[in-house]
């Protein structure tokens, strides 16, 4: 299966962890969907979630990117979880039997799947309490990746990432292994990342720094009136923009932070702020969503798109 690349439109899923507690009821200790691949009744909301986009896909005929439930599933979060490098391996490796399941059960030849084994920040998504350097973030994150790797998987996509020296250890880790990625920040309602780096720059770091060994970058855990406007700079960077994942949701990160319930928005209304994107980004091939955003924004984006 070959990773999205620009000649396919594809759709990712929508905000998994929000859906989990928030719909499904269940609780996700450090937000860790993954806590939920050994229970019953976990295993199978994450099917019934997954094949709730893939049911989309298939309607409009495009592709779906299958992200493993393993933001949190890294060496340094799985220690907060009380398991060990061994059993957090098992877990990545369970997660990708089950995407690779779906795959098998599902997907169809105007419905390619692509098995991406997710990745999410070291520290906290919205305010990184500390800055690793890029070869101290390859070496964090290389244990997860080379797992996926192993496991088969089609891609590496790291999600919510907050400076760019993680994103560019996490390229390093993903080129040691042999394995394509995708690399998505987060920004702030001002458009830039949390460290204060502007979204363009920070992906022009990258590239430089890692020979622009990235598959395409992304943008999540936004929404689009926070980035919009710097789409209007022009610059090659967009070039390399090839994927949204926006918030339902209009707040910030520290509201969001804030909130015992769900904001999931109004559908209609982010799909077409996702059409208004759309002309602005060139080489865009994976349209999702993040917090907030479940089966019916995706659908929306569809019919908007």
Not at 242 to 267: C, F
């Amino acid at each position: 299966m070959p990773i999205p690349d620009g000649e396919r439109l594809f759709i990712g899923d929508g905000g998994l962890e929000t859906t989990m507690i928030f719909r499904e009821g269940f609780e996700l200790p450090e937000f860790a969907a993954f806590t939920q691949l050994g229970e019953p009744a976990g295993r199978k909301a994450l099917r019934r979630y997954y094949d709730d986009f893939i049911a989309i896909a298939r309607d409009y005929g495009i592709g779906f990117t299958l992200d493993t439930p393993t933001w949190r599933a890294s060496a340094g979060w799985g220690e907060k979880l009380g398991l060990s490098p061994a059993a957090i391996a098992d877990v990545n490796r369970d997660a990708v039997e089950l995407a690779a399941e779906i795959r098998a059960a599902e997907e169809g030849q105007q419905t390619p799947i692509a098995v991406c084994g997710a990745l999410g920040p070291e520290g906290d998504g919205y305010h990184p309490d500390h800055v690793l350097g890029a070869g101290d973030a390859e070496d964090c994150h290389a244990p997860q990746v080379e797992v996926f790797a192993a496991a088969g998987v089609d891609m590496v996509a790291a999600y919510t990432l907050t400076y760019a020296e993680e994103a560019i250890g996490m390229v390093g880790a993903a080129g040691a292994a042999g394995v394509p990625i995708s690399i998505s920040f987060t920004v702030e309602t001002d458009g830039r990342l949390p460290s204060e780096e502007p979204l363009g720059e920070a992906i022009e770091r990258v590239d430089a720094e890692t020979g622009s060994a990235a598959a395409y970058f992304m943008v999540n855990c936004a929404h689009p009136t926070h980035f919009g406007a710097d789409l209007e700079t022009g610059g090659r960077w967009l070039e390399r923009l090839g994927g949204i994942r926006a918030n339902a949701s209009r707040l910030s990160h520290a509201e969001l932070d804030e909130m015992d319930s769900l904001d999931d928005g109004d559908p209609e209304e982010l799909a077409g702020e996702y059409r208004d994107l759309g002309p602005k980004l060139p080489a865009l091939r994976v349209l999702g969503g993040c917090c907030g955003t479940d089966r019916r924004h995706i659908a929306a984006i569809c019919d908007a798109l």
